[in-house]
């Protein structure tokens, strides 16, 4: 069975600060994971994604995330917050469980301050 | 090119009441999933096509949804009889291929409110 678990619900950042989203996964084999992105009344885009090559994956947006098996981690970082980056993130785990379904996160909304 | 399009964006239907709602994936991809985000949760799997065959529909929480990809593009999820439990914003998602690491595109979704 695969999980994802998002540790924070809400986080709040001023703008230029330093972003951190949290994300653990588990997974019975070797994983995907991508980070997904939802303003407000619109879609969700893809930010990054981890497919077993390199572990450190950098995606839109100034956006990066480190996959670590020890700590079954896949951590969302961005060096320099945005007003623009305001919005709900979800981390997303997927493998060979044969339809390749998204098992989402309950999602983190980052909040940026002025 | 265009990305997934989804139909109706909103939807109103008194309890008891049957809805449509349709999704136009991405020209060429194979597969297309569907997906229900309550208010405040992340989504969760519905049902899962490749090309017209539904392979997996294990997340349909009840005999009360039906989904359909006759022709292996355009799918249709049909809910029966709606319940209030059933307000949810209805995703429907495609990829080019079956393999894990293929991005899914989510179209806008389609916001059902039961009353």
């Known amino acids: 069975a695969q999980s994802v678990t998002q540790l924070d619900s809400h986080v709040s950042v001023s703008e230029g600060t330093p972003v951190l989203l949290r994300c653990n996964y588990s997974s019975s084999y070797s994983p995907s994971l991508f980070w997904y992105v939802q303003h407000p009344n619109k879609g969700l885009q893809l930010l990054l994604k981890?497919?077993?090559?390199?572990?450190l994956v950098k995606g839109i947006n100034g956006f990066e995330a480190e996959f670590k098996k020890s700590e079954t981690s896949f951590h969302l970082t961005k060096p320099s917050a945005h007003m623009s980056d305001a919005a709900e993130y979800f981390c997303?785990?997927?493998?060979?469980?044969?339809?390749?379904?998204?098992?989402f996160g309950t999602g983190t909304r980052l909040k940026v301050l002025a | 090119g265009a990305g997934v399009s989804q139909s109706p964006r909103y939807k109103v239907a008194k309890r008891g009441q049957d809805v449509a709602l349709r999704c136009d994936p991405i020209s060429g991809h194979v597969s297309l999933f569907w997906y229900q985000q309550a208010l405040g949760q992340g989504p969760e799997f519905l049902t899962y096509f490749q090309n017209e065959a539904q392979l997996d529909k294990s997340g349909l929480p009840s005999d009360r949804f039906f989904a359909e990809r006759p022709e292996g593009s355009v799918s249709t999820l049909k809910i029966q009889r709606t319940q209030q439990e059933d307000s949810a914003v209805y995703l429907c998602?495609?990829?080019?291929?079956?393999?894990?690491?293929?991005?899914?595109?989510f179209g806008p979704g389609t916001r059902l409110t039961v009353l």
């Open positions: 997303v785990v997927s493998g060979r469980s044969g339809t390749y379904k998204y098992i």
């Open positions: 998602a495609s990829s080019l291929a079956e393999e894990s690491y293929n991005e899914q595109f």
């Open positions: 981890y497919t077993s090559a390199a572990t």
